[in-house]
């Protein structure tokens, strides 16, 4: 099995920054695809940015310039950097790999952290 677990989330004002972070851990053999998705409430979880294996990332428009992810491959970790946050950053913050693991056989499967909670106050 593999867990997911973030840290790093709580109250920031408006125009602060906050920085996330996923540690994977378990039977993994590979981390592929690892990304951050949230989901405010009342609405539907979102994709915030992506990274790959070798470094390429991918970011919800809103915010491009604002957030950075980067992940350390030796420590199965993932990060988001947020700056300049606004209220409506505030949401529920994910973590999400597809990883490779082996413990009898081997599985593909996307695994989902428990969640963060951001909020930023105006």
């Known amino acids: 099995q593999v867990q997911l677990v973030e840290s790093g989330g709580g109250l920031v004002q408006a125009g602060g920054s906050l920085t996330l972070s996923c540690a994977a851990s378990?039977?993994?053999?590979?981390?592929?695809?690892m990304g951050w998705y949230r989901q405010a409430q009342g609405k539907e979880r979102e994709l915030v940015a992506s990274?790959?294996?070798?470094?390429?990332?991918n970011y919800a428009e809103s915010m491009k310039g604002r957030f950075t992810i980067s992940r350390d491959n030796a420590k199965n970790t993932v990060y988001l950097q947020m700056n300049s946050l606004k209220p409506e950053d505030t949401a529920v913050y994910y973590c999400?790999?597809?990883?490779?693991?082996?413990?009898?056989?081997?599985?593909?499967?996307?695994?989902w952290g428990q969640g963060t909670q951001v909020t930023v106050s105006s």
């Open positions: 999400k790999a597809n990883v490779l693991s082996h413990s009898v056989t081997y599985q593909y499967k996307a695994y």
């Open positions: 990274i790959t294996s070798d470094g390429s990332t």
């Open positions: 378990g039977r993994i053999v590979s981390i592929y695809n």
